[in-house]
């Protein structure tokens, strides 16, 4: 026998030595590398499985799995489809692939037990003309590098590596340097390419035995080509928007905060004025409203978004504020309709509403609000994120929330095409989203007789007067505190830098630049007179900490103390920030602390006074109390939908568990009016559906 024994005294227990080790047949066994110790069971257990390869076509390949057992082991290979690899019977399957395939291996015993290994993909490439080194072990061998490339503004970037490895390599991409999050695959894609993804490419490949690096390829922006038909322009393009979370009687919402962050990024790249707000009560939302209509003009190019709990009542949409009570009334919300009347009496070129909200007929009883018809200008466009009656969802895609209408509007809203094709592309992904088929369908409604696009350029002539007053009214909201440093008496320095979120969302950086001879292991901490509260920091919503952590970056290095001040509408008076500094003292081994008061005014949008705006002022977008006829009583559209307790539910709700519903109880989950659906990525919905088919 080639093994040696080894007894074990104290647990009396037996060894067999396995320096030379080789297949063979043993009960059990326990230990480290060396030795195993001999057990007393039947089970068979894998001590190799076998490992995933990448390979040119026609390389020899090996795949091995060890067990160990009771008895003589045999073993068969098996191919993704399940069928049996005639021939393949032994624990090294030997083989020249010709295609990528999954492979697995049943180890069994002569009891009839059986065990099987982990699945191993083999993938075959074939990059041309390429000789591997004659010596390769295995380690990560570059076929293919990623090539430069110049890519439009709002295209897509897409670089491909290729490498073979045994094990196969694994793939991580860098942009400048920078490892990017989540890009561990040979592709990397990215939409909607903009000024941020300019820079150098390269990806770091590596499996057990080495890392190698492949070449840097540099993606360079460039601006779309300009059409040859005529150019429209615009004397200017200004952004409003608002998103509710927060809410006082309803169910907290979660894609606001990226859906508007994101959004007010791509519009600033278009060239817009961006004033973008988060939680705001039915008089913040007017006084904003009435703001924004004052940065509109003859030739302006004006973008409303709303994204929040909302609902339609007799052919009007109505946005839910934060303070609405419960049951809301239209006397409680904001009229969508009266609001695109106001903006096409400021004779705008362009007026773009964008609604992310439900459209669920709500108390039909109402009788219309008194508002005129829109005038036949070609000038109006409305995007709906569903249709009537129906309700809009979110998802959690990956570890970020983001509504399914604002995902796809802003994949696409850089494109040099007239509005109405981009919206009509967002409508065409969204139905194609499995995760919200049969519940909710975009809906678009417009009078554009021009082909205007969102990426029109500025042309100011002949409206320069108008452009001055409007860049002082806009630069008011967008103001942020000057950075400033603090000194304390113990010589100690602290750098307050600051950063906009939002509108009304300002976040304080606070920095120790020096210490000064007395001062030892400085901590600094902030607070604010007034208090603003964090409406981020409900303890609740935790899935909100990938979402936030990603907003928190910024160019300030490593601040030693953070504080993020949101509703600065509701600001009145000065803004005070109490800087207090512990430190201990060199001389008297005392700790102590300081206290330092730096006025920073009003910063952002706190600088409107939305409070002063008088009721005569936001009358444009207020909402007389509606009336209701003693003799004609509005009929609802479709009776058997009126459910009276419904009147209250979310306006954006979670999308379905597709998987769940699936496996476990469809009808239930298929009847969102019995259980509020759960999210779900789409990626999961690919693989449940492919489980399921099989």
Not at 300 to 324: K, Q, T, W
Not at 450 to 461: E, G, I, K, W
Request: charged content about 20%; proline content about 5%; glycine content about 4%.
């Amino acid at each position: 026998m080639p093994y040696s024994l080894i007894r074990d005294g104290n647990h009396d227990q037996w060894f067999v030595s396995l320096s030379e080790f080789k297949p063979f047949s043993l009960s059990g066994y326990l230990g480290d590398s060396n030795n195993v110790c001999i057990l007393l069971f039947s089970e068979i257990v894998i001590v190799q499985h076998p490992v995933s390869v990448c390979v040119p076509r026609n390389y020899t390949v090996t795949l091995s799995v060890r067990a160990v057992g009771s008895g003589a082991l045999h073993y068969q290979w098996f191919q993704s489809d399940q069928t049996e690899v005639q021939g393949a019977t032994e624990a090294d399957f030997v083989f020249t692939p010709q295609n990528s395939q999954l492979y697995v291996c049943r180890v069994n015993d002569k009891h009839n037990n059986c065990v099987f290994s982990e699945w191993v993909k083999v993938k075959v490439s074939d990059p041309g003309a390429l000789c591997l080194p004659e010596a390769w072990r295995g380690e990560p061998h570059i076929a293919v590098n990623p090539l430069s490339q110049t890519v439009q503004l709002g295209q897509s970037i897409r670089l491909q590596c290729t490498a073979f490895g045994i094990p196969a390599p694994h793939y991580q991409w860098y942009q400048n340097g920078n490892p990017l999050q989540g890009k561990t695959k040979e592709t990397l894609q990215i939409e909607n390419a903009n000024k941020d993804h300019e820079g150098s490419y390269l990806c770091a490949i590596s499996n057990v035995l080495e890392e190698k690096w492949t070449e840097a390829a540099e993606v360079t922006i460039v601006l779309p080509d300009k059409p040859t038909a005529k150019s429209l322009t615009a004397t200017d393009k200004v952004a409003l928007l608002i998103g509710n979370l927060n809410y006082s009687h309803f169910p907290n919402l979660m894609a606001p905060v990226m859906d508007v962050h994101e959004l007010a990024s791509l519009l600033q790249q278009l060239g817009f004025r961006v004033v973008s707000l988060l939680d705001l009560t039915k008089a913040e939302m007017q006084a904003a409203i009435s703001k924004f209509l004052q940065l509109l003009n003859r030739g302006v190019y004006a973008l409303f978004y709303y994204a929040g709990h909302g609902y339609e009542c007799s052919g009007r949409n109505y946005l839910v504020p934060i303070d609405a009570p419960q049951p809301y009334r239209p006397e409680n919300c904001v009229n969508v309709q009266r609001v695109m009347c106001s903006m096409q009496a400021k004779c705008t070129a362009l007026n773009v509403v964008l609604l992310d909200t439900c459209r669920k007929w709500y108390n039909q009883h109402y009788a219309p609000s008194q508002i005129r018809s829109l005038a036949p200008l070609g000038n109006t466009v409305y995007g709906y994120a569903t249709c009537e009656d129906a309700e809009a969802f979110e998802v959690q895609d990956g570890e970020r929330s983001s509504s399914i209408f604002t995902k796809y509007l802003n994949r696409h809203i850089l494109r040099p095409e007239k509005v109405t094709r981009v919206l009509e592309r967002v409508s065409e992904d969204l139905g194609r989203d499995p995760l919200v088929t049969g519940k909710q369908v975009m809906e678009i409604k417009h009078t554009l007789k021009d082909s205007r696009a969102l990426t029109d350029p500025v042309r100011t002539t002949g409206h320069t007067g108008e452009l001055y007053l409007r860049d002082m009214c806009w630069m008011r909201a967008n103001e942020l505190p000057r950075r400033c440093l603090v000194t304390f008496s113990c010589g100690a320095e602290v750098e307050l830098n600051f950063s906009a979120m939002f509108s009304n969302v300002v976040i304080v950086f606070a920095t120790v630049r020096a210490m000064g001879s007395r001062a030892l292991d400085c901590r600094v901490s902030l607070k604010t007179t007034p208090v603003l509260k964090d409406i981020f920091s409900n303890s609740s919503r935790q899935d909100w900490a990938h979402d936030m952590a990603s907003l928190l970056l910024c160019t300030v290095d490593n601040p030693d103390c953070t504080l993020r001040l949101c509703g600065l509408q509701k600001l009145q008076d000065p803004l005070v920030i109490t800087v207090d500094l512990h430190y201990t003292d060199a001389e008297r081994k005392l700790r102590i602390s300081e206290t330092r008061k730096e006025n920073i005014g009003k910063p952002l949008v706190a600088r409107w006074e939305l409070h002063k705006i008088t009721h005569t002022e936001a009358a444009a977008c207020r909402e007389e109390v509606p009336f209701r006829s003693v003799d004609q009583k509005a009929a609802p559209r479709h009776p058997s939908y009126q459910m009276p307790d419904e009147g209250c539910r979310p306006s954006t709700r979670k999308a379905l568990n597709t998987r769940q519903c699936n496996a476990t109880m469809p009808t239930e989950c298929m009847d969102s009016r019995r259980k509020e659906p759960e999210e779900d990525d789409e990626n999961d919905f690919f693989k449940c559906v492919q489980g399921n088919s099989s």
